[in-house]
Structures are given as C-alpha cells and as structure tokens.
C-alpha cells in the first residue's frame, strides 16, 4: 500500500508539474499576479509530493520489501542497514527519483528564498524547472517506475554491488546529483533572461548563489568519487578519465567558467550573452553526463541502465533541452544589450582568458569521451580513447591557467598593468624559485615533471598569499591596522583564497602520486619483510573472518621505519555470500608526507600471498585540497553580498511623448 501512495504521489506531481510550466509562464507574459504566484505553489507542492514517492521507496528497502521489482533486485535482507537504505539510489530507478527529489528541491527553494526576486523572473524561472521535472518525470513513469511489482515476490534479494556497499559511495551519488542538477538554476535563469530579453548586474547577483552552491557540492562529489576509487578498487589510482568521470567533469569545468563569468556580469555588466551560453552548456553536459550513465551506451560501475529504450527517451529529452534552449539563445541573445568595454590587460581580461581556457579543456573532454562513442555508432569499429590523450591535450591548457590564476587577482578592473602585477608577485616568485631547487635536490634522479608541477603549485599559493596580503597592506601600515583591514574583507574574497590554494593542493598532490611514486608487487611468505618509501613492511600473515554478508581475508603487516614501530595494517579480500563477487579493501597508513598503499592478490598455494604495495608521495595533499575548495565555495556563500543581495533594477521611465491607449 505504501508503494502505491508513492507511484500515486509521483503521477500527481507529474500533474503539477505540468501546471507549473505553462500557466506563470502565461502570468508572466500577461504580468498576471495570481498566475506569476501560483509558480510558487507548485514548486513547494511538486517538492512534498516527490518527497512522498522517495519515502515511500526507502521505506521499500528498509523493510526488505522484495515484491517491488527494484528491491529485489539490489537489496537483501542481510545487508547493513546504511546499505539498505543507499540501496534506494544504487540502481537506476532510485537514482533517477533521486535526481527529481533534487531538482523539485531546488524549485522549492527558489519558491521559498526568492522572494527578493522580480515575479515575472521568479516566475519564469520555476516554469523551466517544472519543464525539466515534466520531462524527467515522464521518463520514471513510463520507463522506469520505481514502483513496479514483482511476482511472485522472491524471498530474499540479489544484493546491491559489492563495489557501492561502501560510505563512500553511499555518500558520493547524493552529494553528486546536487550539483548535477543544481545548475538547472543557472539554465533556469538563463532561459528565462532570454525570455525576458534582459541581463543585467541584478541577474548575475541573483545567480551566482545557486551557481556557487551547485559547483560547490559537484565540486565535492568529484572528489568523494576519486577518494572512494582510490581506496577502494585496489590500484592505487584516483582518476583514470573514465567516460562516467567525464561526464561529471565536464559540467564542473564549465561551471567553473560561469562562476567567474558571473562576477564580470555583475561587476561590469559584460560578457552578457557569454554567460547566458555558459549557463545553458553547463546544464547540458550534466544531461549529456545523465544520458551518457543511463543510456546503456557505457558499461561502468557507475552506469546503472542498459534498456536501450530509456536511452532513446533520455535522448529526446536531450534534444529538446539543449536544442530548444540553444536555439532560443540564437534567436535572442542578439537582442541583449552589449556590456561595458575592457582592455586585454584587465581583472576581465584574466577572468575571459580562465573562460576560454576552461571551455577549451572542457571541449577536449566531451570530444575524448564520445569520439569512440560515435565511432563506433557510425560502424568505424572500436577505439580506446584513454589516459594518455587526455593527459597530452588537457594539461597543457591548464599550464597557462594556473600560471595567470595568480595573476589575474591583482589587475584592476577596466585597465591592468601587467607589469605592475608582476612586480607585486616578486616574492611569490621567489618563494617558488626556492621551492623548485628544494624538489630538484630531493627528487634528484625522478622525473623532472614532478618538480614543475610542484613549482606551479608553490608559485599559485604564494599568488594567492601575495593577493590577500596586497588587499591588507601586510608590511606597508601597522600589523593591527592589517590584520583590521583583513577583518574587513568580504567573505568572497576569503573563499576565493581557499578554493585557489585547495587548487594548488591538488596539483602538489596528483604530482606526488602519479610521477614519484613506488611500487612492488612481490609474493610473500609470513616474516618477510620489504623496503619501500623509507618504510620496512613485515607481512604477519592472513586472518580468516566473517562481515554481516561477507568472508573476508586479511593481510596483515607491521611498519617501522628506522628500526621503530609506526603502525599495523589491514589488507582485505572480501567475497560477498550472495552473488560470490570479490573485492578489494586496501590498507593505507596515511601522513602529511604519503601514503603508505598495500594491497593483498590471491594465495599462491604455498603459504605465500601476492601483495601490491605502493608509496604515494603527497596524495593527502589531494583530498585536503578538494576539502579547501568545497570549503572556499561555503565560505563565499556566507558572503552577505551573497545571501540577501541583489540590487533592485531600476524600473524603465516610460516614454513621455508616447501617448496612452484608451482601455
């Protein structure tokens, strides 16, 4: 009964979501208040009754519920409870409501918090949400309803894939799906700009929140994503440009090129329709993303859906979506009202070239992802697009980016001085010049890519340190004024500092793991010892025991390092009772300076246990980085700019020599 009041919820919210696409989008064309205000009603209303179907599904699986279809088949009744319960977003149906769940959450919220915003937009904006819900919600209806009865019920289930019975994944969809489909604000308000034919700074005030909220929790879904990857599928690895990885990637660099973007709109009310485009590609690529994990096309642990039929339909909604919005921006962005001029050399010259640079990279991606897709579409047989092309096309243009992120900051607006910039970077300059002769002598006989990339990362944090130091006169006027002045400064300015740094973070650490690393792969016997990253690793054996729904066997080791005990370590092999799959859990001793990364394979018959171990030098530093940026993210939005500002548009004077017409 539960699950039919959830199906049941879910077509009303169907309905609604029809009503909230055409009728404040005709209140808004015929400036009727009571039609604008009706948008509002019904995003709340689509939100609660969206909340309704998702619990009634996790009621599904909570219970054990086996005669519905999707629990049969990726629950059982012996999983953990946090298992059973991330079981609802684990496959395909659940994720997609969870998808609705967050984008009628955003309408609610633009409904609830935007109230600052002028009603013809607010009511434009929730009727392209709602039309995006309409579509979505037609596709869980019609080709994946979460709902759908199984009979005869089996009496137990074939279990979620080992691979997500882990905190990580539990966490990393959720957290993911927000930013994904937080950017439907951003698309949202670009449509219903074009539409209203107006940008301005007022607009680019009201969308920077969403857009910053949406980038900050993609941001961290990312790097929940890699750091779950990384401990958990056994190769030491965090990124491997994966189609599925792609496609969350893409959104999130793009993204970040609206973020910046936005603050040119506002600060000087150009790259107007740029932004506009930005916003509509954004959203986009999280579709495409959409489509690419549940068409059937890719085969991944990411990907849920392989019925062809769903892939069709996700297909037709891409075209509408995309196509409809893209030939709406061709129809009227021409209309829109140029910005304010600007020099090359200027705060948004830089912030142009971040632009460029980020929608270049991003367009290598999205051809790297599909290119074997399509080929392969087409009949031109199969190609492996991988790691090797991606790191050839896309680090170079990251190369000038991080060199002028520390740049750009202190030119001025308008007008720069390059020269004048450069002379303030002198000790940021300096400090990474040291910083380079340091890594060559402790890297000596490495390869020399490591400590370049280490040198870009110094010379970005000291830019950043520079800047912040440059904006409270640090040295030039009395510490006290200083640390004042540093009081003084907008949240903003403070979160942009972190996510910077988290940047240079991130370069340090993939630097580390990827070009310094070690590794040995050896069999060995119980008291054998190795030698790796300065550490001595003394393998004690196995230890045979048993999880809630699993055989696991440990391999256990003993660390010192220069005769003196640091830790004991746990490798595991699970094999789950259900299906008989098998999994990794590696076993990490982790500090500032590395990781310490073992692995145990399979026994070789005579006591022995193949073992992968690998020292990972910096990669910390990684996961402390991605913190800083989803961090910089929040602080910026605490900024009070931010959370109750737009500035009110000034409204049009009418024309005194146009005569009234008679009602």
């Not at 955003?106 to 935007?114: D, E, K, R, V």
């Not at 909220?213 to 990384?230: C, E, N, Q, R, V």
């Not at 399979?602 to 990684?622: E, R």
């Amino acid at each position: 009964m539960i699950a039919e009041l959830g199906h049941f919820a879910l077509i009303l919210s169907l309905c609604v979501a029809v009503a909230q696409s055409t009728l404040p989008l005709a209140g808004a064309a015929r400036n009727h208040a009571g039609l604008m205000t009706l948008g509002s009603a019904a995003a709340i209303a689509q939100f609660f009754l969206v909340a309704i179907s998702f619990a009634a599904l996790t009621h599904a699986f909570v219970v054990s519920d086996f005669s519905l279809k999707v629990v049969a088949s990726n629950s059982h009744s012996l999983k953990p409870m946090i298992y059973k319960i991330s079981g609802v977003w684990g496959n395909h149906e659940g994720s997609m409501l969870l998808w609705v769940l967050i984008l009628a959450l955003f309408g609610g919220l633009i409904a609830g918090f935007g109230r600052n915003l002028p009603p013809p937009l607010r009511a434009r904006v929730l009727a392209v949400q709602a039309m995006i819900a309409v579509g979505f919600l037609l596709f869980l209806l019609l080709t994946s309803n979460p709902f759908e009865r199984l009979y005869p019920p089996p009496a137990n289930g074939n279990d979620l894939n080992p691979l997500l019975q882990d905190p990580g994944l539990a966490l990393h969809p959720p957290i993911l799906y927000v930013g994904y489909v937080g950017f439907s604000i951003a698309f949202s308000f670009a449509v219903a700009a074009l539409i209203e034919g107006r940008v301005d700074a007022a607009w680019a005030r009201w969308v920077r929140p969403w857009t910053l909220l949406a980038w900050s929790f993609l941001t961290g879904g990312i790097a929940l994503g890699s750091w779950w990857a990384y401990y958990e599928l056994g190769w030491g690895g965090f990124w491997y440009w994966d189609p599925v990885e792609n496609a969350s990637f893409m959104p999130w660099l793009v993204g970040t090129a609206l973020l910046h973007s936005a603050i040119v709109v506002e600060r000087r009310d150009a790259l107007k329709t740029w932004t506009i485009l930005l916003a509509i590609l954004t959203f986009s690529l999280s579709l495409i993303g959409t489509f690419l994990v549940r068409s059937g096309v890719l085969t991944s642990v990411h990907a849920f859906a392989v019925d062809p039929d769903r892939g069709v339909f996700i297909l037709l909604l891409l075209i509408i979506a995309i196509g409809g919005s893209l030939a709406l921006y061709a129809w009227r962005a021409p209309t829109l009202k140029g910005g304010g001029l600007f020099a090359p050399i200027s705060r948004e010259g830089a912030l142009l070239l971040n632009n460029l640079l980020l929608t270049t990279a991003a367009a290598t991606v999205f051809i790297g992802t599909l290119y074997p897709l399509l080929l392969e579409a087409v009949g031109g047989g199969k190609v492996s697009v991988g790691p090797p092309f991606f790191n050839a096309t896309f680090i170079p243009l990251m190369v000038p980016l991080v060199a002028a992120l520390a740049v750009g900051p202190l030119l001025a607006w308008k007008r720069g001085d390059i020269m004048g910039a450069l002379s303030r970077l002198k000790v940021a300059g300096a400090v990474t010049a040291v910083a380079l002769v340091l890594c060559a002598a402790l890297a000596w006989g490495r390869p020399i890519l490591g400590t370049i990339a280490m040198g870009f990362a110094v010379w970005l944090a000291a830019g950043v340190v520079t800047e912040i130091a440059e904006r409270i006169r640090l040295g030039r006027i009395p510490l006290r004024q200083s640390l004042a002045r540093a009081g003084g400064l907008p949240r903003s300015a403070w979160g942009m500092a972190l996510a910077h740094i988290g940047i240079a973070g991130i370069i340090a650490g993939a630097a580390g793991a990827t070009v310094w690393k070690e590794e040995i792969i050896h069999v060995m016997q119980p008291n054998e010892t190795m030698e790796i990253g300065g550490y001595t690793l003394t393998y004690d054996g196995v230890q045979d025991s048993r999880g809630p729904n699993y055989l696991t066997r440990k391999g256990l080791f003993s660390v010192s390092k220069d005769g003196e005990p640091v830790t004991k370590m746990y490798a595991e092999r699970r094999r789950y009772l259900v299906g008989g799959q098998q999994t990794t859990e590696a076993a990490i001793y982790s500090t500032l300076a590395g990781d310490l990364y073992a692995v145990v394979g399979d026994n070789d018959g005579q006591g022995g246990q193949t073992v992968n171990v690998y020292y990972k030098p910096l990669v910390p530093w990684m996961w402390i980085g991605s913190t800083l940026m989803v961090l910089g993210g929040f602080v910026s939005l605490s900024d009070r700019r931010l959370r109750i500002g737009a500035p009110s548009r000034k409204r049009r004077k009418p024309a005194a020599a146009q005569p009234v017409p008679a009602e």
